[in-house]
Each structure stands twice: as C-alpha cells, then as structure tokens.
C-alpha cells in the first residue's frame, strides 16, 4: 500500500492509477423582449404573476415572533416602501427560463421597474416582516459538545421549518421551489430504490449523489406535511443502500477508495437521520447509526488514522473539490448522531474534518476568487463546503471559523458569477461527473454571510435553485435587482488562473460576452486543458466559440499527472489543438507556462433597468504575453477587446515563430469560409469574422474537430467531437500580427454601422487605442 507521502507527490497523484474521475493523480443597445428562436424551441414561463396581498407587520410577526432585523424606523413611508418593494416582487413573479438550451437560462423582460430592481440589499427593515424570525439557540461560547437541543440540526432547524409556509406565501421563488421539491419528490416516490452500480473508476459516486438527493426530497416533503409515507420510502431508499445487492457485503460497501461515495452516502444517511428524527422508531435510529458508522465514519477515521490505508490522500495537501465533499459528507454525518453515538466516533471525526477542510478545501479558490479546479468544479467544491458549514452553525451555533479561513472565499460567489457568459458558462477544463444534489445554492448561504445579497438575488433565477437547500439558504426579504450596480467587466489576475470577463448586459440573452484565459497550465488537479490564450464568445443567443468539454473520464491515464509527458495531453479534448488559441509547431503547449496579462475597462455598472445601453465609447480589453507557454517560438502575445460600443471583438495575436502557426477556433455554427472572411450561422443568427490586413498566405481554412493525423496517439481514440467545426488560419514559421474582427450580425446594425480598427501593436493598446 502506498502511504500518505509517496501519494501526495506533485500535487496530482493518482493512488488509483489512471482514470480516477475527480481527483488527478487526481443592446445593451437592444434588449429585446424574449424572442421566439426558429425552430419550434419553446420558452417556458415560470411563475406567473402571481398576486398576493402583503401581510404586513403585526400580523406576521405574531406568526414569526421575534425578529433579528427589526425596522428601526418604522414610519409610515418605511410601511409603504415595505408593502410596496414586497407587492411588487409578487407581480413580477418569477423571471421566464429558456428551454431551449442546456443551462436554460434565465429570460430578463425589457423592463425598468424602479421598485423592484433597487440596488441589492440583504433584509432591508422594509422587509424584515418577510425575514427569518431569530435563532432561539444561541450558545454563550460555542462548542461541538454543545449541540442543539431540538431536531432537526442539520441545515433546517425547526424554528426554519415553522416560518416557512408563511414565507413561502409571500415569496414567488420559495413558492416555485417548494412546488418543484414537491413534484419531485413525487416522481422519487414512485421509483425503485437506486440500484448499484460501480462505474469503473468513478465508483458509484452516481449512486450516491442521486440517493442523497431524494433523501433530500423525502425529508423536506415529510417535514412539511407529517405525512410517514415520505418516510417510508426514505427507509427503503436507505434500506437498499446497506442491501445485499448494494455492493460487497463488508466494510468496504460504500466503496471508500473512492471516497467521495462514502461521503455523499455517509451525508445522506445524516440527513435521514436528523429530518425524520421524530418519525423513526428507534430500532431504525439504532440501524442508521449501525449503518452510517460502519460503512461511512469508521472508513472516515481510517482515512484519517490509518497509515496503512491510501484512500485517505485528500485529507491533506488537496485544495479542491474532494476535500469539500469528503470533510462535508463526514461532518454532516458525525453531527446528526452526535449525543447518540456511544461510540465516540462522531466526536472524534469533527476533530479531524473541521480542521482539514479549513486547511483545505477552503483554500481551494485563489485570492481572486477564481475555483483553481476549473468552473465547473467549483459546484462541487462549494456544495461541500456550504453543507459543511452551514451543519456546523445550525448543529453547534459556530462555524468554527469556516466562513474565515479564508479571507477571500467570498469572492469565489462573483468568480461564479463572471464565469457565466450569455449563453453558458466560460467552461475551460473538466466539467466533471453528473451533479445530482449538486448545485450553485452555496451563493445563499454566502449571500447571507458574506454580506453580498447580489450572489443571491442572481441564485434565485438560475434553474439549479429548486431544492431543499434553498428554501433555508434564501432569506426572502432580501431586495433589489443583482444587475443593479453589478461592473460589466471584471479580470482575475492570480498566476493560477489569470482570465478575463467582458460583456455588454447581464440581462440582454442576445448580449455580448467574451471571456479569455492565460494563467497555469498545472496545478489545478489535473482537471486543466493545455489552453492559454483560449476564448469563448457569446453573441445573439449564440456561442459562437466554445469549449469541448471533459474527455471520457474513464481513459487510460487520463489523470495520470500533468508532467509535458503526460497522456492525458494526447486527447484531443486536453492538448492545445483542442482549444481556442494558437498552436506552435503543432506541438502542445509548455506545461511550465507562465504568462503575463493586461488589461483595462471604462468601468461600466449596469444600473436598475434591464434595459441597459452602453456609452459609445465602452470598452474593455485584455492581453497576455504567452511566449513561455510555446517551445519553438520567441514571441506570442495574444489580445482581445472590445469595440464599437461593446457590439464586435477584436481578437489580436504577435507572433514570431520558428515553427508552423495555427490559430484555432472551436464552433458549433455553420461556417463558410472563404478567404480572410468567414460567415458563420447558427440559431438563425449570423456572425462573420475577417482577418484585417491579412499577411501574405493569411486565410480561413476548415477541419473536423480532431487531431492531424501525423499527431503522436492517445492510449485510446478520442471520442468524437460531432458537428464541431474547427476555423483554422494555418501559416508556416515566420512573423505575424493576425488582426481577426468578430462582427456579430445585429438586427439593428447596417453594414455601415461596423467599425474597422486601426491596427495597433499589443503593447500600445489603452482604452483609447482604437477610438
Ligand atoms: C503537503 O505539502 C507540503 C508542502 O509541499 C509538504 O511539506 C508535506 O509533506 C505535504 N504533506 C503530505 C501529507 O504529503
Ligand atoms: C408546497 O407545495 C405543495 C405541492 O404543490 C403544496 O401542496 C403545498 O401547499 C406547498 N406549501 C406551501 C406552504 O405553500
Ligand atoms: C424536478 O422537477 C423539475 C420541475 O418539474 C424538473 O425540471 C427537474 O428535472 C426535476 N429534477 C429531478 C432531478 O427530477
Ligand atoms: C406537523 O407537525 C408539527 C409538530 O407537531 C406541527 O407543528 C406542524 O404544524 C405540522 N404540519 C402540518 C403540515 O401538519
Ligand atoms: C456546442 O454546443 C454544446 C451544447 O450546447 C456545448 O456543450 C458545447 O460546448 C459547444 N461546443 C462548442 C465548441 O462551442
Ligand atoms: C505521468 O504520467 C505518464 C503516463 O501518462 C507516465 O508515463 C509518467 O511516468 C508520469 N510521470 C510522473 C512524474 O508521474
Ligand atoms: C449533429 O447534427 C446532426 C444533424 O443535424 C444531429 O442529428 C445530431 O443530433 C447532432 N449531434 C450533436 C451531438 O449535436
């Protein structure tokens, strides 16, 4: 067996060899109303109008009893502000959510609505008749022995659970939530208990991630209707998850050498234990600590204690998701039998977990925010992290410096929030596994927290926020509109990741939103692309340039290390042909990459209406010198900004190489390209791209997205990349300035409208260099 130390090398080892999953060796200028895309999509309205008279003060507050947030100025205009920010909240209802993409993104109406979309404000006194009543457990001085004394205790107190039907009628998305948790719930119900399955590498993390989330629903549902039904089903669910059919029939059953299984089981189990306390004979209450010590928490200390067992290798050294959610699974466990446990494991856990996810998986985001594992790893990592601490404060009363460990944790919610383009996420990297129970929700609890009720007010539109977690997370007399005051721009400068985020609206679906990348090419648990320089670009609706995605996680040395050498660099989908930038020499970029970035903004809010239209002469812009990141060339910078009020991009490369040059990009549009022009189509829309002052032998070429065929092989074939087409100017060694012009096709722009830059050397770009 290997030890601690020897897995621990390099920052990515694997101690499974290749193919572990999660742990590599681990408008403006028109805003139109929402439109009809051609094609029979459909766009769904959520949350109708609905029209609530507001229950104001007295009446509530006999329901809620004591406030924390009471108004200090309770005028007769503060009562009338109140009933009016709380009305006007109910007649706009929920925002529509587009069906006809993958992330079904929220659908803003062209609207001012000065009441409603105020700056965000967390509990304003207005609202307090709509806030959380007060915790009535608050220890004098905190301590894990100092419990609760009522149930639940994980995450839903009971005095959470008394105010909420009243909350839920005076909030549209409480009310949405709980109808959706409803539904599911149902459709749970009537399925067979999950049934085993062990997905090569990745374990049965599925199993268990989709068993928490109906324990989830189960427990939410019986907890607001007393109905034992939901806790029936709850018992078979758990019943089959320590069944003889469910895995070996020893301690190894929640298959603890990939240990997240064994924490998201183990977290599931805390949270039937503790929702349906009231409701469970205890006979059941002695099986389901039998059952969660066994196969969970005592896997828990050997991975802690045991020098002799390697599935442990998170618990140190690991800033990222695996940490998160192996200490969180564990935590919320050992809390929801603390007291009952006569075994002194519980205790001891907290002993452990607490200490290690401060060291660890709270320093998983870099100071600027951005989640180092790739922007999708972030919804793991902060799921773990947000359940962690969030148990601990309801369970004990302290967070037990959790939400301080680190000082810039709370950026990690704006990081989410630039990351998001029009369309989709700027998802470089691993996406990672299916999310189950996963979600973005964390923003509420950080909202709350982290005093930033904008992280909230932007959580409560996207479609992931229907579940259990919200309806406690989400304080509803929060205010305000999250675009209110929210910069266009924002650069996030860590070496680790250094990247940029531009657009011209967050709430125009047509908007445009460009986002660029330098940074590392290591040390982000081999979840990373060879991809500096990549881009994305939203226009219209439409991405227009974007990302492949995770290769099959299940191929060989996928996540063998991130050393040159690497097979992981030989998938399509992780070596730089595969990405939104240059390529030198046709060779892949240099693992020890260390580029540097500039960049600069006009500076831009979007204020209170969603109807926004930038300043003619907005800008912003973003360069990297990523001449280390190449082997055969002596310079190649790359630039981007943006031009003409916010409406085309100016993409902008130097090159001085020894070997062939290739400017790549991704789409999933038509293109016909011809020459320095290309056109690309898709979804009705149209953008074209041109190559400005083209030197000699410059022009658009395309191919299928997948490797030359001269290429050195993976250990297995690529997975096929389908109706991706790859733009590519391909030119032999030599000097370059590649000047290429993105020109969405706006409905209200003439061909005179589009501007052509002058052609200015990277170095000398500024705010003003194009005007
Ligand atoms: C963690 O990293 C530090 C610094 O690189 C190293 O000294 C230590 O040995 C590592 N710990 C383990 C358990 O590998
Ligand atoms: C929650 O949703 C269910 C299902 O739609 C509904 O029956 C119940 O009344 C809702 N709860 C509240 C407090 O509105
Ligand atoms: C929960 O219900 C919503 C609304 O019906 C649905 O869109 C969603 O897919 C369901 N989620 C799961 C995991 O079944
Ligand atoms: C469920 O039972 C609790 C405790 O007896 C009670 O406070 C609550 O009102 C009941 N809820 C419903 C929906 O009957
Ligand atoms: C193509 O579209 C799919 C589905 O929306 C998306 O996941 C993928 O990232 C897109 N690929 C590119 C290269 O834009
Ligand atoms: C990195 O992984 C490759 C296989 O992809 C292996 O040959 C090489 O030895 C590994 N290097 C290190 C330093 O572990
Ligand atoms: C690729 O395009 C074909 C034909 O339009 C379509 O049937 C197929 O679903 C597409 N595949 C993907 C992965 O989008």
Same mark, same amino acid.
């Given at each position: 067996?290997?030890?601690?130390?020897?897995?621990?090398?390099?920052?990515?080892?694997?101690? =499974?060899?290749?193919?572990?999953?999660?742990?590599?060796?681990?408008?403006?200028?028109?805003?139109?109303?929402?439109?009809?895309?051609?094609?029979?999509?459909?766009?769904?309205?959520?949350?109708?109008?609905?029209?609530?008279?507001? %229950?104001?003060?007295?009446?509530?507050?006999?329901?809620?009893?004591?406030?924390?947030?009471? #108004?200090?100025?309770?005028?007769?205009?503060?009562?009338?502000?109140?009933?009016?920010?709380?009305?006007?909240?109910?007649?706009?209802?929920?925002?529509?959510?587009?069906?006809?993409?993958?992330?079904?993104?929220?659908?803003?109406?062209?609207?001012?609505?000065?009441?409603?979309?105020?700056?965000? #404000?967390?509990?304003?006194?207005?609202?307090?008749?709509?806030?959380?009543? &007060?915790?009535?457990?608050?220890?004098?001085?905190?301590?894990?022995?100092? +419990?609760?004394?009522?149930?639940?205790?994980?995450?839903?107190?009971?005095?959470?659970?008394?105010?909420?039907?009243?909350?839920?009628?005076?909030?549209?998305?409480?009310?949405?939530?709980?109808?959706?948790?409803?539904?599911?719930?149902?459709?749970?119900?009537? !399925?067979?208990?999950?049934?085993?399955?062990?997905?090569?590498?990745?374990?049965?993390?599925?199993?268990?991630?989709?068993?928490?989330?109906? %324990?989830?629903?189960?427990?939410?549902?019986?907890?607001?209707?007393?109905?034992?039904?939901?806790?029936?089903?709850?018992?078979?669910?758990?019943?089959?998850?320590?069944?003889?059919?469910?895995?070996?029939?020893?301690?190894?059953?929640?298959?603890?050498? @990939?240990?997240?299984?064994?924490?998201?089981? #183990?977290?599931?189990?805390? %949270?039937?234990?503790?929702?349906?306390?009231?409701?469970?004979?205890?006979? $059941?209450?002695?099986?389901?600590?039998?059952?969660?010590?066994? =196969?969970?928490?005592?896997?828990?200390?050997?991975?802690?204690?045991?020098?002799?067992?390697?599935?442990?290798?998170?618990?140190?050294?690991?800033?990222?998701?695996?940490?998160? *959610?192996?200490?969180?699974?564990?935590?919320?466990?050992?809390?929801?039998?603390?007291?009952?446990?006569?075994?002194?494991?519980?205790?001891?856990?907290?002993?452990?977990?607490?200490?290690?996810?401060?060291?660890?998986?709270?320093?998983?985001?870099?100071?600027?925010?951005?989640?180092?594992? +790739?922007?999708?790893?972030?919804?793991?990592?902060?799921?773990?992290?947000?359940?962690?601490?969030?148990?601990?404060?309801?369970?004990?009363?302290?967070? =037990?410096?959790?939400?301080?460990?680190?000082?810039?944790? @709370?950026?990690?919610?704006?990081?989410?929030?630039?990351?998001?383009?029009?369309?989709?996420?700027?998802?470089?990297?691993?996406?990672?596994?299916?999310?189950?129970?996963?979600?973005?929700?964390?923003?509420?609890?950080?909202?709350?927290?982290?005093?930033?009720?904008?992280?909230?007010?932007?959580?409560?539109?996207?479609?992931?926020?229907?579940?259990?977690?919200?309806?406690?997370?989400?304080?509803?007399?929060?205010?305000?509109?999250?675009?209110?005051?929210?910069? !266009?721009?924002?650069?996030?400068?860590?070496?680790?990741? $250094?990247?940029?985020?531009?657009?011209?609206?967050?709430?125009?679906? @047509?908007?445009?939103?460009?986002? /660029?990348?330098?940074?590392?090419?290591?040390?982000?648990?081999?979840?990373?692309?060879?991809?500096?320089?990549?881009?994305?670009?939203?226009?219209?609706?439409?991405?227009?340039?974007?990302?492949?995605?995770?290769?099959?996680?299940?191929?060989?040395?996928?996540?063998?290390?991130?050393?040159?050498?690497?097979?992981?660099?030989?998938?399509?989908?992780?070596?730089?042909?595969?990405?939104?930038? /240059?390529?030198?020499?046709?060779?892949?970029?240099?693992?020890?990459?260390?580029?540097?970035?500039?960049?600069?903004?006009?500076?831009?809010? &979007?204020?209170?209406?969603?109807?926004?239209? *930038?300043?003619?002469?907005?800008?912003?812009?973003?360069?990297?010198?990523?001449?280390?990141?190449?082997?055969?060339?002596?310079? *190649?910078?790359?630039?981007?900004?943006?031009?003409?009020?916010?409406? $085309?991009?100016?993409?902008?490369?130097?090159?001085?190489?020894?070997?062939?040059?290739?400017?790549?990009?991704?789409?999933?549009?038509?293109?016909?390209?011809?020459?320095?022009?290309?056109?690309?189509?898709?979804?009705? &829309?149209?953008?074209?791209?041109?190559?400005?002052?083209?030197?000699?032998?410059?022009?658009?070429?395309?191919?299928?997205?997948?490797?030359?065929?001269?290429?050195?092989?993976?250990?297995?074939?690529?997975?096929?990349?389908?109706?991706?087409?790859?733009?590519? /100017?391909?030119?032999?060694?030599?000097?370059?300035?590649?000047?290429?012009?993105?020109?969405?096709?706006?409905?209200?722009?003439?061909?005179?409208?589009?501007?052509?830059?002058?052609?200015?050397?990277?170095?000398?770009?500024?705010?003003?260099?194009?005007?």
């Amino acid at each position: 067996m290997a030890n601690y130390s020897s897995i621990q090398q390099g920052g990515n080892p694997s101690p =499974y060899g290749s193919g572990d999953p999660y742990y590599a060796a681990s408008t403006g200028y028109i805003t139109p109303a929402p439109v009809k895309k051609s094609g029979g999509n459909n766009w769904l309205k959520f949350g109708l109008p609905v029209l609530i008279i507001v %229950i104001v003060g007295g009446v509530v507050g006999g329901i809620l009893g004591t406030r924390k947030h009471t #108004s200090s100025s309770s005028t007769a205009s503060a009562d009338a502000a109140a009933s009016s920010a709380a009305s006007v909240k109910n007649q706009i209802g929920r925002f529509a959510t587009a069906t006809n993409s993958e992330w079904m993104m929220p659908v803003y109406p062209s609207t001012t609505n000065a009441a409603a979309f105020g700056a965000p #404000s967390l509990i304003p006194s207005t609202n307090a008749a709509v806030a959380w009543p &007060q915790d009535p457990f608050s220890p004098a001085s905190p301590d894990i022995l100092t +419990t609760r004394p009522d149930r639940p205790r994980l995450i839903a107190p009971a005095y959470k659970w008394a105010a909420l039907p009243q909350l839920i009628k005076s909030d549209p998305y409480l009310q949405g939530w709980n109808k959706t948790i409803f539904g599911n719930a149902t459709n749970y119900m009537s !399925l067979p208990p999950v049934v085993y399955f062990m997905d090569g590498d990745s374990g049965i993390l599925d199993n268990a991630r989709e068993i928490k989330m109906r %324990i989830k629903a189960f427990g939410y549902v019986y907890r607001m209707t007393n109905d034992t039904q939901w806790v029936t089903r709850a018992w078979s669910e758990l019943q089959n998850a320590v069944s003889s059919s469910f895995g070996p029939n020893d301690n190894t059953k929640w298959n603890p050498t @990939h240990f997240l299984d064994t924490a998201e089981l #183990s977290a599931a189990f805390g %949270i039937a234990y503790d929702w349906m306390y009231d409701a469970w004979s205890d006979d $059941q209450k002695t099986t389901i600590r039998a059952n969660v010590i066994q =196969y969970g928490l005592n896997n828990g200390v050997s991975a802690y204690t045991d020098p002799t067992v390697f599935f442990g290798w998170w618990r140190t050294n690991t800033t990222g998701n695996w940490n998160c *959610v192996c200490n969180g699974g564990l935590t919320l466990a050992s809390l929801s039998i603390l007291g009952d446990d006569t075994t002194g494991v519980a205790t001891q856990l907290l002993g452990l977990t607490v200490d290690s996810a401060k060291q660890n998986c709270a320093l998983a985001p870099s100071d600027d925010g951005t989640w180092s594992e +790739t922007a999708h790893y972030w919804y793991f990592g902060t799921t773990g992290f947000s359940e962690m601490t969030s148990a601990l404060m309801t369970a004990t009363g302290s967070d =037990y410096g959790m939400l301080t460990a680190n000082s810039n944790f @709370h950026l990690t919610g704006m990081f989410h929030m630039y990351a998001y383009g029009t369309t989709s996420p700027f998802d470089w990297g691993d996406h990672g596994p299916n999310k189950f129970s996963t979600t973005a929700n964390g923003l509420f609890l950080f909202a709350e927290q982290y005093k930033s009720p904008q992280f909230a007010l932007w959580q409560r539109e996207q479609q992931d926020a229907a579940e259990p977690w919200s309806m406690f997370w989400y304080d509803p007399s929060i205010s305000g509109a999250f675009w209110n005051g929210a910069a !266009l721009d924002q650069f996030f400068d860590n070496q680790l990741d $250094q990247w940029g985020s531009m657009r011209s609206s967050w709430t125009d679906g @047509h908007a445009l939103y460009l986002a /660029i990348k330098a940074g590392k090419n290591q040390g982000h648990q081999t979840h990373n692309d060879l991809d500096v320089g990549d881009f994305v670009l939203d226009a219209l609706g439409t991405r227009w340039a974007g990302e492949l995605g995770s290769g099959d996680y299940r191929s060989p040395d996928y996540f063998s290390n991130d050393t040159q050498t690497s097979n992981r660099w030989l998938y399509y989908r992780k070596m730089t042909e595969g990405q939104n930038t /240059i390529l030198i020499n046709r060779v892949n970029q240099n693992v020890l990459a260390l580029p540097t970035v500039n960049h600069d903004t006009t500076g831009e809010q &979007q204020g209170s209406s969603t109807v926004y239209t *930038v300043p003619s002469d907005s800008t912003a812009f973003w360069t990297t010198d990523m001449t280390s990141a190449y082997f055969d060339a002596t310079s *190649v910078k790359r630039g981007a900004r943006l031009l003409n009020a916010r409406r $085309q991009v100016l993409l902008q490369d130097e090159i001085n190489s020894q070997g062939t040059v290739d400017w790549r990009m991704h789409t999933n549009a038509t293109v016909d390209a011809s020459g320095t022009t290309a056109t690309l189509t898709r979804d009705g &829309q149209t953008m074209t791209v041109s190559i400005l002052n083209a030197p000699a032998g410059a022009s658009f070429s395309t191919s299928m997205a997948q490797r030359y065929a001269d290429d050195p092989t993976p250990p297995v074939p690529d997975q096929p990349n389908p109706n991706i087409t790859v733009l590519i /100017i391909s030119l032999p060694a030599g000097q370059y300035t590649l000047e290429v012009l993105f020109n969405p096709q706006w409905p209200d722009m003439a061909a005179s409208d589009f501007v052509t830059p002058p052609s200015v050397p990277l170095d000398s770009w500024s705010l003003t260099s194009h005007n």
